[in-house]
T-cell receptor
Framework: GQQVMQIPQYQHVQEGEDFTTYCNSS?????IQWYKQRPGGHPVFLIQ?????EVKKQKRLTFQFGEAKKNSSLHITATQTTDVGTYFC??????????FGTGTRLTIIP | DTEVTQTPKHLVMGMTNKKSLKCEQH?????MYWYKQKAKKPPELMFV???????INESVPSRFSPECPNSSLLNLHLHALQPEDSALYLC????????????FGPGTRLTVT
């Protein structure tokens, strides 16, 4: 089946530093979504990207969808302790189901 | 109301028990999903209901039986589970069946003894 890979698997950053997670697919995606799951919590929808090269911002978070619609990134500027959690990208191939990426677990060192 | 509710929050059951997980949403969403999530892993899709009809079954063992009584409710009936079925079971809903913008419930943490 289709797979979506994320790197890095883990990231430890000092509070105030930036953080980026990357999402890659071997085939073209119809769209890409990003979710955040806090420790002990459930996935929470953050954003959806549909267009090639699309960039969206939410406060300190910047999301990009690659030109070929095979990759995406999430960048957080000046991390805060509230950013702790696992960030999942999730893509749709054609009209198929949503496929979650492997996730990046972010921990913040105060 | 953008909330998906799930009951119970925790469930411990023996391998011979029969239990049910419940999920409810009042956002008017027409698609509902069951996912299974193991520790430190992404959610894995189990079932999709679209307009109250089962549209996707990801080759889930028959000891898991989904049911959609109406557009707001989704159940997952459990019978003769195995210890390896212990996981967090998440329900989600989305406006339509294209899989876009899914809203997850808090999950039921299931332990099979």
């Amino acid at each position: 089946g289709q797979q979506v890979m994320q790197i890095p698997q883990y990231q430890h950053v000092q509070e105030g530093e930036d953080f980026t997670t990357y999402c890659n697919s071997s085939t073209t995606l119809s769209n890409i979504q990003w979710y955040k799951q806090r420790p002990g919590g459930h996935p929470v929808f953050l954003i959806q990207l549909v267009k090639s090269g699309e960039v969206k911002k939410q406060k300190r978070l910047t999301f990009q969808f690659g030109e070929a619609k095979k990759n995406s990134s999430l960048h957080i500027t000046a991390t805060q302790t509230t950013d702790v959690g696992t960030y999942f990208c999730a893509g749709i191939f054609g009209n198929e189901k949503l496929t979650f990426g492997t996730g990046t677990r972010l921990t913040i060192i105060p | 109301d953008t909330e998906v509710t799930q009951t119970p929050k925790h469930l411990v059951m023996g391998m011979t028990n029969k239990k049910s997980l419940k999920c409810e949403q009042h956002m008017g969403h027409r698609a509902m999903y069951w996912y299974k999530q193991k520790a430190k892993k992404p959610p894995e899709l189990m079932f999709v209901y679209s307009y109250e009809k089962l549209s996707i079954n990801e080759s889930v063992p028959s000891r898991f039986s989904p049911e959609c009584p109406n557009s707001s409710l989704l159940n997952l009936h459990l019978h003769a589970l195995q210890p390896e079925d212990s996981a967090l079971y998440l329900c989600a809903s989305s406006p339509d069946d294209r899989g876009l913008e899914q809203y997850f419930g808090p999950g039921t943490r299931l332990t099979v003894t």
